[in-house]
């Protein structure tokens, strides 16, 4: 295929492509999963200590977080598909170098090394996704069967790595990235036309920017683990909040200033980005805390075990699968600006009823997993979609990275907000059972306000996202939604 070629009709004349971009899309699903159940025998054949293993995970989600802009804002410089095939490269080595890991600290490269690769090719995979097509039906299809993938990806992934554990080493874990990474590259490379020269852009880099939106980004990623892992009595995460909000100023005061900055800000204005971004971060927030809470209610405080407690979270793991289906029909009924504020409404329906239902039985614990799971099924990708459509066409990767990151900084934001409510309201260790009547009592009043902050917070970030929406032009039709061109018209989406 060439750049030259026309645009694919059907998704089957993009098959190879799709597959290449599914593969890259389970690797950044699978890959934490998968880690996480041999978390117990790394630390004992590495020694590890509990915050070496923190630092296995965390160090891929701070890097991979951390330089995702970065790496969209180069792709969209120097080629999309190029930069995602150094980045499987990357991917393919770092996994054949867990082999010969023998420390915790070399474990720990070899993650970073990973989150390297992961802010390489991740965003672009939906980039490529979306300038695969030229209807908007098509890519949003694209887009759903690419996260479909990858969330089964991320639904296996313990169970598949309990198996595995069971007559291989762990390392196993981390060589079959290998196999993917090769998949990936084969099918990108042989289905994804190099990007056209006009829709690249030959601005300079912005090495300022770049360096202050990773270290607001690292740092904002950072802080909620502190106030989780430390409590809100200490001075380290208020630090590390503080140093956030001062780089994020800094930030945007030089992409405000800067002749050609990383990121422009006006793009951000584009009511189907900023409403996008607002859908997608609420959505993050949500299935980030409600989590947290349900899994911790359910086996510390109704005395679950962990295999009933898995069980529990099968609704949640139903529809974020099956929930794909229904994308294209909503789709076609309501068109996807209404797609995307009605599918964030049921997110924050099923955090309020959680927060007033969900301690008088399990019944009202799974509607609340079923409706942020069927919001945020179809707002990842119908959110999404919008921000690209909402950008120049030499901005895209750069879009989708902004997509990424917001949900990845908003998970960690939703984390933190239950946690350290959950430990200014408790008192002792949550994890020392059993408790008193009197901790009980904490915990479950502890529950209730920290999904009630967390209403309020998606609540907050919908009603903002639905007001941009208001201004964005909304077709007639459903099949006006569906043939509608790339983007309206708008100031914004002059290629600077």
């Known amino acids: 295929m060439t750049s030259s070629d026309p645009a694919p009709q059907t998704l089957r004349h993009a098959g190879v492509a ?7 899309f389970l690797f950044e699903m699978l890959d934490n999963s998968i880690l996480t ?3 117990p025998t790394i630390g004992r054949e590495l020694g590890t200590s509990t915050v070496g293993l923190q630092w296995v995970t965390g160090a891929y989600t701070v890097v991979f977080g951390g330089l995702m802009l970065v790496f969209g804002a180069l792709s969209d410089r120097f080629g999309r598909r190029r930069i995602m095939l150094v980045g499987l490269v990357l991917l393919g080595l770092a996994s054949l170098a867990t082999a010969f890991v023998t420390t915790t600290d070399q474990l720990i490269a070899v993650r970073a090394a990973m989150g390297v690769a992961a802010a390489m090719t991740t965003p672009g995979s939906m980039a490529l996704a979306f300038r695969l097509f030229r209807e908007d039906g098509l890519r949003v299809r694209a887009i759903n069967l690419i996260s479909t993938v990858g969330l089964v990806g991320l639904v296996v992934g313990p169970t598949a790595g309990g198996f595995v554990l ?6 196993v874990l981390l060589l079959v990235n290998v196999p993917i990474a090769a998949l990936a590259w084969i099918g990108i490379r042989a289905g994804v036309a190099a990007d056209a020269p006009e829709d690249l ?7 300022a920017g770049g360096l ?7 740092l904002a990623l950072v802080a909620p683990t502190l106030f989780v892992e430390e409590g809100a009595g200490s001075w380290t995460p208020w630090v590390a909040t503080l140093a956030a909000v001062a780089a994020g100023t800094l930030f945007v005061w030089r992409e405000r200033t800067a002749r050609h900055p990383l990121l422009e800000l006006r793009l951000l204005a584009h009511p189907l980005v900023s409403s996008g971004l607002a859908f997608k971060a609420a959505a993050g927030m949500a299935i980030a805390g409600l989590g947290y809470l349900v899994t911790l209610q359910l086996q510390l405080d109704w005395g679950w075990p ?11 793991v139903i529809v974020l699968i099956a929930g794909g289906a229904a994308v294209r029909p909503l789709m076609n009924r309501f068109g996807l600006e209404r797609l995307a504020w009605m599918s964030s409404i049921a997110v924050v329906a099923g955090l309020a009823v959680y927060a ?22 179809v707002v990842g990708v119908v959110a999404g979609t919008n921000v690209l459509r909402g950008l120049p066409e030499d901005r895209t990767t750069i879009g989708a990275a902004l997509v990424d990151t917001a ?6 934001v939703g984390l933190a907000l239950v946690g350290t409510i959950l430990a200014a309201m408790f008192a002792g260790t949550v994890t020392a059972t059993p408790w008193t009547p009197a901790q009980t009592g904490e915990f479950r009043a502890a529950v209730e306000v920290g999904a009630l902050a967390l209403t309020a917070v998606s609540a907050a970030l919908v009603a903002y996202g639905f007001l941009r929406t208001r201004r964005a032009p909304i077709p007639n039709t459903p099949a006006q939604a569906s043939s509608a061109p790339t983007a309206p018209p708008d100031p914004a989406r002059s290629t600077p």
């Open 306 to 316: 962990p295999a009933l407690a898995s069980l529990g979270m099968l609704p949640q």
């Open 18 to 24: 799709l597959a290449g971009l599914s593969a890259v």
């Open 407 to 412: 949900s990845e900084v908003t998970t960690g």
């Open 212 to 218: 202050l939106g990773t270290a607001t980004i690292v």
């Open 37 to 39: 159940v041999a978390l």
């Open 166 to 171: 069971s007559f291989a080493p762990w390392q």
């Open 356 to 377: 007033l239902l969900g301690s008088f039985g399990y019944v009202w614990v799974a509607v609340a997993l079923v409706l942020v799971s069927a919001g945020l099924r």
């Open 201 to 207: 852009h030959r601005d300079p880099l912005d090495v």
